[in-house]
């Protein structure tokens, strides 16, 4: 279709012109073309290719509807056949520099890519990793994405959220207009205002019920295709059925289908000759024609498909499962589905292994002993993939039941290597443990399973065993020259390193460990120092450099498509917002990682349900009560250390806030022993502040072991607090101690300094100087913390003092949406202070002032503090 042929479609079409003249002049950029199914995306990318292939150089591909996507599929279409990608692809090597390789050929390259949204996931990560670097290759993205497959949480979003802060063209197509439609009926005798609104404007809708020889205007678009098909021979008819239930373009040969057959179709504008073979014309058309076929005959015809792709020596696993399971082809599921599942993960496509793990699983015990092992082994890892730890253990399990009986005791015990993982991230750490001490025992030295019980000790804060168990795993991996477990080894020796009180070389270490992981290109590795690292800066307050980790993380697990990775790191951004008093933005995220974690009660819960239940608590929300009581059982069972303290310091703080004493001292008792080694000192500091908050002793040897504490423990509440000093030498962080030894000005200002306006202003609201608390209690009225809130005014009422009313900022106008501490800022923006001035009344980071006001400019819509100030709100 040439470009005048399009109607209403020359302004995206320009777009993508100039787009395409950008990347001439090495301005690389993505264009991303959306719209409902029959919009004219095909359309207008037919156009746009007949300009791209006079003026560079072009690579097109298409993203088919099967059951389960092809591994790299696109990436297999366009890579021409003696360029980087396309010898990355033959060799299993790493796609992601060799499309940029491929795409910085010659410029302008164009890569277009339609029907985005059934992309595999390796696709997926893949065009992500492309869209964050294309600027600079003079090349162009062209991506078109169907908006109604974009369910919440399709893979997808995880590119166009990569696409944020990138050069990107969002072109999203609109229906026809009636003067366009008034132009298409011209001289066809139809009502133009009834067609405008049957179809709404859709052109794929217009043209099929134009093509129609039905007088009237058919129902919908299913009449109207198969009111054109019943116009043609009956061979004709017969040969397009055939054709229906492949999504995707096919040599007619493959079908028996002769071309001359089809003639009458491509003339009827139901098919059309592709670069793969024949195919529909438009999808919405193929559906049409294949669901009209009676349930018996798309079987058949299927598994015609299946025997005709065997015969020809298809070696594409997804389209043969595609067709075996519309077949009921057990046989060809068992065969090809497992090799197809571990083809996919290797590419990093979890999303289709699972799928193709789930295809077969229904059909597992068909498959002899071994068989049925290896299936599930693999299963369960794509679970854990995928984020069902607790399904994933289950799984597990069931596999090692089979092993055991196999008497193959390397197989065993590498499936007791993986088991371990499992179960520990479901949070089921003494199975997981004794998984790993299993697999040690025999597998003998052997770096992996070493590992992995070096792991569990570091991460259950046993780190003098975890140290050596560490040590022996990385030489272990250096002499198997396994970089990859080199990088976890060492990941895990900085977090027993940093327990044990060598923090500074801990946090090295584990940057380290992200360098080695990211010379080797070991991205799993990666992701998981990034995610390691962010939580032991979270437990520092080092919240200048967490912020920097927290972007450039999520950024590489989102790319890469490591979500449970990504969802640990989202937790912290979250906690960093909470942290500077920014409580809307985080508690809205927190509650969204919580749903998204629902039905899992392994690790991502045991993350995000705690800083939500305490951020509630904060608030004064009553189900903040029960759901922190919920997860301090479950992190009591898993045991880890983080799971403990993230839970039982929310749990105590609500305690302390509802004047709950009982549960201050219940935690307490079986918290405090867990925290008294030297790189528990953040979780101890805080704790026992708390404690001192809620007039609580730290309790005892004896009430720590009747509350199920450990041995060996210290007994006294002067060895549990530890001497004032470096952390790093037993004793408290700076602002902790100064608050537990009544130095309320010295702790305000540090945490003042620290960022964190809450703990500022409890230092102030609890200091029993009523100037102090009243300045306590403006910062807790503006964050919206009502619980504390209260406390401080009854400390005013008990000295005599005047106590102030409640903030009104609820009933002001608010149409800009600004939040509570942004209208706070915006008050004090128009008193004509300065940012340095504003986080001085409001005990705020100056850096988090600039953030507010410019969240308050961007909400606004201006461009000056003074227009600010003159907004009427």
């Known amino acids: 279709m040439t470009p005048s042929a399009l109607l209403e479609r020359d302004a995206p079409l320009g777009a993508l012109v100039e787009a395409l003249a950008a990347a001439e002049d090495g301005h690389g950029s993505t264009a991303l073309i959306s719209g409902e199914a029959g919009i004219g995306k095909t359309s207008l990318v037919q156009a746009f290719v007949g300009v791209a292939a006079r003026r560079g150089r072009l690579l097109t591909a298409a993203c088919d509807d099967l059951v389960t996507p092809r591994t790299l599929g696109p990436l297999w279409d366009a ?113 133009p205002d009834a067609l405008h609104a049957l179809t709404r404007g859709n052109p794929f809708f217009v043209a099929e019920a134009l093509a129609a020889s039905a007088d009237e205007v058919p129902a919908s678009v299913k009449d109207a295709v198969l009111a054109r098909l019943r116009g043609v021979s009956p061979a004709c008819q017969e040969a397009v059925e055939r054709l229906s239930v492949v999504p995707s373009a096919i040599a007619p040969g493959l079908l028996g289908v002769s071309l001359g057959v089809l003639a009458e179709a491509e003339q009827a504008r139901l098919v059309e000759a592709r670069a793969g073979g024949i195919a529909f014309r438009h999808e919405l058309a193929r559906r049409a024609v294949e669901q009209s076929l009676p349930e018996l005959r798309r079987r058949l015809l299927n598994a015609e498909v299946v025997g005709a792709l065997r015969v020809a020596g298809v070696a594409d696993r997804a389209r043969l499962l595609h067709h075996a399971l519309a077949a009921g082809d ?149 002499e198997a020259s396994r970089p990859d477990l080199g990088a976890l080894c060492l990941n895990y020796l900085a977090i027993a390193r940093f327990e044990a009180g060598d923090v500074d070389r801990g946090l090295e270490t584990m940057r380290n460990s992200i360098a080695l992981a990211t010379a080797g290109g070991h991205f799993e590795e990666i992701a998981r120092g990034y995610t390691n690292l962010v939580e032991l800066l979270a437990r520092v307050g080092e919240l200048e450099e967490l912020e920097r980790w927290v972007r450039d993380g999520l950024a590489f697990a989102r790319e890469r498509g490591f979500w449970s990775h990504a969802f640990n790191l989202e937790v912290h951004e979250r906690v960093l917002q909470l942290r500077r008093g920014d409580w809307d933005t985080a508690e809205s995220g927190l509650r969204g990682l919580v749903d998204a974690a629902a039905g899992d009660t392994g690790f991502l819960s045991a993350y995000s349900v705690p800083w939500l239940g305490r951020l509630l608590a904060r608030r004064g929300d009553p189900s903040a009560g029960p759901l922190l009581a919920d997860a301090w059982e479950r992190a009591q069972h898993a045991r880890t250390l983080v799971g403990l303290a993230y839970a039982g310091l929310a749990r105590v703080e609500w305690a302390w806030l509802t004047g709950d004493a009982r549960a201050v001292r219940e935690v307490a008792a079986v918290l405090l022993p867990r925290v008294s080694h030297p790189g528990g000192a953040w979780f101890r500091g805080e704790l026992l502040r708390y404690l001192a908050r809620a007039e609580i002793a730290p309790p005892t040897n004896d009430d720590r072991a009747g509350a199920g504490g450990e041995r060996g423990v210290a007994t006294t509440a002067t060895a549990a607090v530890g001497a004032e000093g470096d952390p790093a030498d037993g004793g408290l962080p700076p602002a902790w101690a100064a608050g537990l030894a009544g130095e309320w000005r010295s702790a305000a200002a540090q945490w003042r300094r620290a960022g964190d306006p809450y703990e500022a202003a409890l230092e102030l609201a609890l200091s029993g100087e009523p100037d102090a608390i009243a300045d306590g209690l403006d910062v807790l009225d503006r964050l ?46 128009r008193e004509g202070l300065t940012n340095a001035e504003i986080a001085d009344r409001l005990v705020l980071s100056v850096r988090t002032v600039d953030h507010h006001v410019a969240a308050i400019l961007l909400k606004l819509g201006v461009k000056t503090r003074h227009e600010a100030a003159a907004t009427d709100l």
């Open 784 to 829: 919206g913390a009502p619980p504390a809130a209260e406390l401080a005014r009854a400390g005013l009422r008990e000295r005599g003092a005047r106590v102030p009313r409640g903030p009104n900022a609820d009933t002001r106008g608010n149409p800009a949406g600004l939040t509570k501490r942004q209208l706070a800022v915006l008050d004090l923006v």
């Open 79 to 191: 890579a021409p056949a003696d360029g980087p990608l396309a010898e990355a692809l033959a060799s299993d090597r790493e796609v992601f520099a060799a499309l940029l390789a491929e795409l910085a050929l010659q410029r302008p390259t164009v890569l277009v890519v339609e029907d985005a949204h059934w992309a595999d996931d390796a696709t997926i990560d893949v065009l992500g990793y492309a869209a964050r670097r294309v600027r600079s290759l003079g090349a162009l993205l062209v991506l078109t994405v169907r908006d109604e497959a974009l369910a919440p949480g399709h893979p997808l979003h995880r590119l166009l959220g990569v696409l944020a802060g990138e050069p990107v063209h969002r072109l999203e197509l609109s229906p026809l207009s009636r003067d366009a439609v008034v132009a298409l009926v011209n001289g066809t005798g139809r009502d």
């Open 330 to 478: 057990v046989a060809t599921l068992l065969e090809e589905g497992p090799a197809a599942a571990r083809e996919a993960a290797r590419a990093g496509s979890h999303r289709q292994a699972l799928a193709h793990y789930e295809t077969v699983m229904p059909h597992a015990t068909l498959l002899e002993v071994r068989g049925q092992a290896d299936l599930l082994h693999g299963y369960g890892w794509e679970l854990y993939n995928a984020g069902r730890f607790v399904e994933a253990a289950g799984v597990g399990r069931r596999a090692l039941a089979l092993y055991e009986g196999l008497g193959d005791e390397r197989a065993l015990g590498l499936c007791l290597v993986r088991l371990s993982r499992l179960l520990f991230m479901a949070g089921e750490t003494d199975e997981a443990e004794a998984a790993a001490l299993r697999a040690v025992d025999l597998l003998g030295d052997n770096a992996y399973a070493t590992l992995y019980l070096g792991a569990i000790l570091a991460l259950s804060a046993r780190h003098v065993d975890a140290m050596a168990v560490l040590e022996r795993a990385d030489q272990l991996a250096l």
